[in-house]
Protein backbone atom coordinates (compact mmCIF):
# COMPACT_ATOMS: atom_id res chain seq x y z
CA UNK A 1 0.00 0.00 0.00
CA UNK A 2 2.92 2.53 0.72
CA UNK A 3 4.76 1.50 -2.56
CA UNK A 4 1.14 2.44 -3.96
CA UNK A 5 0.87 5.86 -2.68
CA UNK A 6 4.30 6.72 -3.19
CA UNK A 7 3.79 6.41 -6.71
CA UNK A 8 0.56 7.97 -7.14
CA UNK A 9 2.55 11.09 -5.25
CA UNK A 10 5.13 11.10 -8.06
CA UNK A 11 3.01 13.31 -10.73
CA UNK A 12 2.13 16.10 -7.17
CA UNK A 13 6.01 16.15 -6.72
CA UNK A 14 6.69 16.39 -10.50
CA UNK A 15 4.86 20.05 -10.68
CA UNK A 16 5.74 20.97 -7.60
CA UNK A 17 9.38 21.17 -8.33
CA UNK A 18 9.13 22.69 -11.29
CA UNK A 19 8.57 25.88 -12.41
CA UNK A 20 5.38 27.34 -14.15
CA UNK A 21 4.47 26.38 -18.15
CA UNK A 22 3.70 30.02 -18.41
CA UNK A 23 6.63 30.94 -20.84
CA UNK A 24 5.96 28.41 -23.16
CA UNK A 25 3.57 29.70 -25.74
CA UNK A 26 2.56 29.01 -29.37
CA UNK A 27 4.55 28.81 -32.08
CA UNK A 28 4.03 31.12 -33.79
CA UNK A 29 2.56 33.01 -31.14
CA UNK A 30 -1.19 33.35 -30.77
CA UNK A 31 -2.94 35.99 -29.38
CA UNK A 32 -6.66 35.96 -27.41
CA UNK A 33 -8.32 37.22 -30.45
CA UNK A 34 -6.34 34.93 -33.01
CA UNK A 35 -7.17 31.77 -30.45
CA UNK A 36 -10.97 32.01 -31.52
CA UNK A 37 -10.69 33.16 -34.84
CA UNK A 38 -9.62 29.33 -35.56
CA UNK A 39 -11.79 27.53 -33.34
CA UNK A 40 -15.87 28.01 -32.37
CA UNK A 41 -15.87 30.06 -29.16
CA UNK A 42 -19.02 31.61 -27.16
CA UNK A 43 -19.70 34.01 -24.68
CA UNK A 44 -21.73 32.78 -22.14
CA UNK A 45 -22.26 34.42 -18.32
CA UNK A 46 -19.56 36.60 -19.40
CA UNK A 47 -17.07 34.39 -19.92
CA UNK A 48 -15.60 32.83 -23.29
CA UNK A 49 -16.28 28.93 -23.96
CA UNK A 50 -14.55 27.10 -26.78
CA UNK A 51 -16.14 24.30 -28.90
CA UNK A 52 -19.42 24.09 -26.40
CA UNK A 53 -20.82 20.62 -28.65
CA UNK A 54 -17.28 19.30 -28.30
CA UNK A 55 -17.44 19.97 -25.19
CA UNK A 56 -20.90 18.68 -23.95
CA UNK A 57 -19.15 15.56 -26.52
CA UNK A 58 -16.09 15.02 -23.94
CA UNK A 59 -18.20 15.67 -20.95
CA UNK A 60 -20.95 13.07 -21.59
CA UNK A 61 -17.75 10.06 -22.52
CA UNK A 62 -16.38 10.87 -19.01
CA UNK A 63 -19.71 10.25 -17.37
CA UNK A 64 -19.82 7.13 -19.16
CA UNK A 65 -16.69 5.57 -18.03
CA UNK A 66 -17.32 6.58 -14.50
CA UNK A 67 -20.57 4.32 -14.75
CA UNK A 68 -18.98 1.69 -16.31
CA UNK A 69 -16.25 1.86 -13.54
CA UNK A 70 -18.88 1.20 -10.43
CA UNK A 71 -20.01 -1.90 -12.69
CA UNK A 72 -16.53 -2.83 -12.24
CA UNK A 73 -15.62 -2.22 -9.05
CA UNK A 74 -18.70 -4.38 -7.58
CA UNK A 75 -17.29 -7.27 -9.40
CA UNK A 76 -15.28 -8.67 -6.17
CA UNK A 77 -16.07 -12.30 -7.13
CA UNK A 78 -13.86 -11.50 -10.32
CA UNK A 79 -10.68 -10.26 -8.50
CA UNK A 80 -8.43 -8.39 -9.26
CA UNK A 81 -8.91 -8.15 -13.43
CA UNK A 82 -12.41 -6.65 -12.51
CA UNK A 83 -11.12 -4.27 -10.23
CA UNK A 84 -8.31 -3.43 -13.07
CA UNK A 85 -10.87 -2.58 -15.45
CA UNK A 86 -12.70 -0.24 -12.91
CA UNK A 87 -9.21 1.74 -12.33
CA UNK A 88 -8.66 2.15 -15.88
CA UNK A 89 -11.94 3.27 -16.44
CA UNK A 90 -12.60 5.67 -13.58
CA UNK A 91 -8.82 7.25 -14.98
CA UNK A 92 -10.35 7.49 -18.25
CA UNK A 93 -13.54 8.96 -17.25
CA UNK A 94 -11.50 11.50 -14.94
CA UNK A 95 -9.04 12.24 -17.75
CA UNK A 96 -11.73 12.86 -20.32
CA UNK A 97 -13.11 15.53 -17.42
CA UNK A 98 -9.36 17.32 -17.44
CA UNK A 99 -9.52 16.78 -21.62
CA UNK A 100 -12.78 18.67 -21.89
CA UNK A 101 -11.78 21.76 -19.69
CA UNK A 102 -8.71 22.54 -20.99
CA UNK A 103 -8.12 21.43 -24.57
CA UNK A 104 -12.56 21.98 -25.22
CA UNK A 105 -14.57 24.43 -23.00
CA UNK A 106 -12.33 26.29 -20.47
CA UNK A 107 -9.17 26.09 -22.98
CA UNK A 108 -9.28 30.37 -23.77
CA UNK A 109 -9.56 31.32 -20.02
CA UNK A 110 -7.03 28.59 -19.16
CA UNK A 111 -4.89 29.58 -22.15
CA UNK A 112 -5.20 33.09 -23.25
CA UNK A 113 -7.64 35.25 -20.73
CA UNK A 114 -5.79 37.93 -19.76
CA UNK A 115 -2.78 37.45 -21.81
CA UNK A 116 -1.04 39.02 -24.64
CA UNK A 117 0.30 35.67 -25.90
CA UNK A 118 -1.46 32.55 -25.17
CA UNK A 119 0.11 29.85 -23.59
CA UNK A 120 0.75 26.47 -25.29
CA UNK A 121 -0.50 23.59 -22.96
CA UNK A 122 -1.74 24.32 -19.32
CA UNK A 123 -1.33 21.25 -15.77
CA UNK A 124 -4.74 20.18 -17.26
CA UNK A 125 -3.53 18.76 -19.33
CA UNK A 126 -0.47 17.54 -18.80
CA UNK A 127 -2.65 15.83 -15.89
CA UNK A 128 -4.76 14.48 -18.72
CA UNK A 129 -1.37 12.58 -20.27
CA UNK A 130 -0.61 11.55 -17.15
CA UNK A 131 -3.93 9.74 -16.27
CA UNK A 132 -4.10 8.33 -19.60
CA UNK A 133 -0.25 6.49 -19.48
CA UNK A 134 -1.68 5.10 -15.62
CA UNK A 135 -5.14 4.22 -17.05
CA UNK A 136 -3.55 1.99 -20.23
CA UNK A 137 -1.07 0.32 -17.31
CA UNK A 138 -4.48 -0.63 -15.37
CA UNK A 139 -5.76 -1.83 -18.55
CA UNK A 140 -2.38 -4.16 -19.24
CA UNK A 141 -2.87 -5.62 -15.56
CA UNK A 142 -6.74 -6.38 -16.29
CA UNK A 143 -5.98 -8.41 -19.51
CA UNK A 144 -3.02 -10.28 -17.80
CA UNK A 145 -4.87 -10.97 -14.97
CA UNK A 146 -6.98 -12.55 -17.43
CA UNK A 147 -4.62 -14.50 -19.98
CA UNK A 148 -1.28 -14.46 -18.15
CA UNK A 149 -0.40 -17.19 -15.63
CA UNK A 150 1.50 -15.62 -12.31
CA UNK A 151 4.64 -14.68 -13.88
CA UNK A 152 3.08 -12.87 -16.65
CA UNK A 153 1.33 -10.65 -14.16
CA UNK A 154 4.19 -10.09 -12.36
CA UNK A 155 6.10 -8.69 -15.42
CA UNK A 156 3.21 -6.68 -16.73
CA UNK A 157 2.63 -4.92 -12.81
CA UNK A 158 6.87 -4.14 -13.70
CA UNK A 159 5.97 -2.87 -16.82
CA UNK A 160 3.13 -1.04 -16.19
CA UNK A 161 4.88 1.11 -13.29
CA UNK A 162 7.92 1.48 -15.12
CA UNK A 163 6.00 2.68 -18.34
CA UNK A 164 4.58 5.10 -15.78
CA UNK A 165 7.34 6.45 -14.11
CA UNK A 166 9.94 6.82 -17.21
CA UNK A 167 7.14 9.18 -18.42
CA UNK A 168 6.70 11.49 -15.95
CA UNK A 169 10.75 11.47 -16.09
CA UNK A 170 10.05 12.61 -19.48
CA UNK A 171 7.20 15.15 -18.61
CA UNK A 172 9.83 16.65 -15.67
CA UNK A 173 12.45 16.73 -18.57
CA UNK A 174 10.01 18.96 -20.61
CA UNK A 175 9.20 20.73 -18.08
CA UNK A 176 12.54 22.02 -16.94
CA UNK A 177 13.68 23.08 -20.73
CA UNK A 178 10.49 23.88 -21.84
CA UNK A 179 10.40 21.29 -24.48
CA UNK A 180 7.10 20.88 -25.99
CA UNK A 181 7.72 17.23 -27.82
CA UNK A 182 8.14 16.03 -24.34
CA UNK A 183 5.02 17.61 -23.24
CA UNK A 184 3.32 17.40 -26.19
CA UNK A 185 0.20 14.57 -26.71
CA UNK A 186 2.25 12.72 -29.16
CA UNK A 187 5.01 11.98 -26.79
CA UNK A 188 2.29 10.87 -24.59
CA UNK A 189 1.21 8.27 -27.43
CA UNK A 190 4.45 7.22 -27.48
CA UNK A 191 3.56 5.32 -24.01
CA UNK A 192 0.53 3.88 -24.46
CA UNK A 193 0.06 2.68 -28.10
CA UNK A 194 2.82 0.10 -27.41
CA UNK A 195 1.01 -1.34 -24.93
CA UNK A 196 -2.05 -1.65 -26.49
CA UNK A 197 -0.41 -3.46 -29.41
CA UNK A 198 0.69 -5.72 -26.74
CA UNK A 199 -2.81 -6.11 -25.34
CA UNK A 200 -4.29 -6.83 -29.01
CA UNK A 201 -1.41 -9.58 -29.72
CA UNK A 202 -1.96 -10.99 -26.52
CA UNK A 203 -5.64 -11.31 -26.80
CA UNK A 204 -5.33 -12.99 -30.42
CA UNK A 205 -2.31 -15.38 -29.38
CA UNK A 206 -4.59 -16.33 -26.24
CA UNK A 207 -7.99 -16.50 -28.61
CA UNK A 208 -6.03 -18.83 -31.20
CA UNK A 209 -5.12 -20.95 -28.33
CA UNK A 210 -8.53 -21.26 -26.38
CA UNK A 211 -11.12 -19.53 -28.94
CA UNK A 212 -13.62 -18.71 -25.18
CA UNK A 213 -16.40 -16.18 -25.72
CA UNK A 214 -14.71 -13.59 -23.11
CA UNK A 215 -11.69 -13.12 -25.53
CA UNK A 216 -14.11 -13.13 -28.85
CA UNK A 217 -15.89 -10.62 -27.01
CA UNK A 218 -12.35 -8.73 -26.36
CA UNK A 219 -11.48 -8.75 -30.01
CA UNK A 220 -14.75 -7.15 -30.60
CA UNK A 221 -13.73 -4.30 -28.37
CA UNK A 222 -10.04 -4.34 -29.92
CA UNK A 223 -12.20 -3.89 -33.33
CA UNK A 224 -14.36 -1.06 -32.24
CA UNK A 225 -11.18 1.04 -30.96
CA UNK A 226 -9.09 0.43 -34.06
CA UNK A 227 -11.60 1.67 -36.23
CA UNK A 228 -12.29 4.23 -33.61
CA UNK A 229 -8.85 5.31 -33.91
CA UNK A 230 -8.61 4.93 -37.76
CA UNK A 231 -11.46 7.16 -38.33
CA UNK A 232 -10.40 10.01 -36.01
CA UNK A 233 -7.22 9.99 -38.04
CA UNK A 234 -8.77 9.52 -41.63
CA UNK A 235 -11.34 12.17 -40.62
CA UNK A 236 -8.01 14.36 -39.45
CA UNK A 237 -5.96 14.00 -42.91
CA UNK A 238 -9.51 14.82 -44.47
CA UNK A 239 -9.57 18.76 -43.43
CA UNK A 240 -13.23 18.59 -42.81
CA UNK A 241 -12.89 19.97 -39.67
CA UNK A 242 -11.77 23.71 -40.78
CA UNK A 243 -14.19 23.66 -43.52
CA UNK A 244 -17.29 22.50 -41.50
CA UNK A 245 -16.06 25.46 -38.90
CA UNK A 246 -16.33 27.99 -41.96
CA UNK A 247 -19.51 26.74 -42.20
CA UNK A 248 -20.55 27.04 -38.92
CA UNK A 249 -20.98 23.54 -38.17
CA UNK A 250 -18.91 22.57 -35.05
CA UNK A 251 -17.74 18.93 -35.56
CA UNK A 252 -13.98 17.55 -35.56
CA UNK A 253 -12.31 14.78 -35.53
CA UNK A 254 -12.31 14.79 -31.84
CA UNK A 255 -15.81 14.69 -31.37
CA UNK A 256 -15.51 11.72 -33.90
CA UNK A 257 -12.71 10.17 -31.73
CA UNK A 258 -15.31 11.02 -28.42
CA UNK A 259 -18.38 8.96 -30.37
CA UNK A 260 -16.44 5.97 -31.15
CA UNK A 261 -14.97 5.91 -27.58
CA UNK A 262 -18.65 6.30 -26.54
CA UNK A 263 -19.12 3.35 -28.33
CA UNK A 264 -16.07 1.64 -26.61
CA UNK A 265 -17.08 2.25 -23.31
CA UNK A 266 -20.75 1.00 -23.61
CA UNK A 267 -19.50 -2.21 -24.92
CA UNK A 268 -17.18 -3.18 -22.48
CA UNK A 269 -19.81 -2.23 -20.05
CA UNK A 270 -21.75 -4.35 -21.30
CA UNK A 271 -20.31 -7.31 -22.52
CA UNK A 272 -17.69 -7.28 -20.10
CA UNK A 273 -19.47 -5.79 -17.14
CA UNK A 274 -21.18 -9.42 -16.00
CA UNK A 275 -18.90 -11.55 -17.37
CA UNK A 276 -17.23 -14.50 -15.15
CA UNK A 277 -14.20 -15.05 -17.31
CA UNK A 278 -12.82 -11.71 -16.82
Known amino acids: MAKRISILSLPFLLFSSCGGIETILFDPHLTPKDFCEIQPCVEIGGQTLIQPTSSILVFVLAFAYILASFKFFKMKQYQPAGQYWGWMLLIGGIGAILAGISYQSFGYMIKCAGRQQCVWTS ?156
Open 123 to 278: YWELIYNITTVAGIGFLLMAIAHSCYTRNGQKISLFCAIVNFVVYLGVLWYGLQTANRFFLSFEMMLLFVLPIYIVVILLTIVQYLKQKTAFLKKLLIAWVILLLTLGSYYGYLLSGATANLWQQGIWFSENDVLHIGMFIWVIYIWNALGDNEEI
